[in-house]
């Protein structure tokens, strides 16, 4: 396997990167054979809070958001549903790891197994080890709504374990492992995964990280570590801000609260598909810039 390891303290253009992974996708088009790690001496900015959109469509996988590199620093590349590379892959994330005085970065991959990424708790069923937000059923994947956001009107492939909750665990923000982040080690199965051959990024995951680096809103020296556009539905699809997150939540929330109010405490199929209309319709809101709310506050 080649190592290209990048180690500076100066800011690594986005284009350099993006050329070298090219180059390895002609090099290597089925698995990956070589990774480049980049390093620097200032550490990643605390994971922001926000939401998941509904899946998009059955059989794409989420892939959380993360802070990643580039010309002005570190930028944030939003959470997003992408379609995996074949049947029977999981996504294990990248993620920033300290050592030696530096931050590392540990791209993600595609593989049978979910790996090691450091202990970092990126939500939505990436606790910190493994996956619990689904898993393959032959050729069909199938969603744990306990932990993942899937309208069940478009995604039928669904079950509910909600014994993957741990309610008792404090969310650590950390975006980092190491001392002062996340302090966690590979368990020995973890050790044994990171043999097995893995798949590099998809062509869509590619384009959507270089679409995130080009966005001052995505930033950290602009946003100051809350991204105009936390997550999007799909690559180039809805985008969805963390302020959007907060009202689309609570608005969802009360229509809930008045549906089990009005029905013995269970929402009928019914309303059910009116809580998904207004998903939607604040989703189509956030997508073209404007608050969910926005006009009830004029």
């Not at 368990?187 to 001052?216: G, V």
Request: charge should be positive; hydrophobic fraction near 35%; glycine fraction near 12%.
């Amino acid at each position: 396997m080649l190592h290209l390891i990048i180690k500076t303290k100066k800011l690594i253009p986005v284009a350099l990167i993006a050329a070298i992974l090219s180059l390895m996708v002609c090099l290597t088009p089925t698995a990956v054979q070589a990774q480049v790690f980049i390093s620097v001496r200032i550490g990643p900015p605390a994971l922001p809070v926000y939401v998941q959109p509904a899946c998009p469509t059955p059989g794409y996988l989420w892939t959380p958001g993360y802070w990643a590199y580039g010309p002005m620093g570190y930028y944030w590349v939003p959470g997003v549903w992408v379609a995996p590379p074949m049947v029977g892959v999981l996504w294990t994330p990248g993620y920033w790891g300290f050592a030696g005085g530096i931050y590392a970065w540990h791209g993600g991959y595609w593989g049978p197994h979910v790996g090691f990424y450091g202990g970092v708790n990126y939500g939505f069923g990436y606790g910190g080890f493994g996956f619990v937000g689904g898993g393959w059923a032959g050729g069909t994947f199938r969603y744990n709504t306990a932990v993942t956001n899937v309208n069940t009107t478009v995604v039928r492939n669904v079950y509910l374990d909600r014994t993957v909750i741990n309610n008792t665990t404090i969310v650590n923000r950390a975006s980092f492992n190491g001392p002062g982040g996340v302090m966690a080690q590979p368990s020995p199965q973890e050790r044994a995964w990171a043999n097995e051959r893995h798949f590099q990024p998809t062509s869509n995951q590619l384009a959507h990280q270089q679409n995130a680096a080009q966005d001052r809103g995505q930033w950290a020296s602009s946003n100051h570590g809350h991204p105009s556009v936390a997550s999007m539905d799909t690559v180039n699809g809805r985008r969805f801000s963390p302020e959007a997150r907060m009202a689309e939540q609570q608005r969802v929330n009360q229509q809930v609260h008045s549906d089990r109010q009005a029905n013995g405490g269970h929402p009928t199929h019914t309303e059910h598909q009116q809580i998904n209309r207004e998903q939607n319709h604040a989703s189509k809101k956030i997508s073209e810039g404007r608050h969910p709310n926005k006009e009830e506050r004029h």
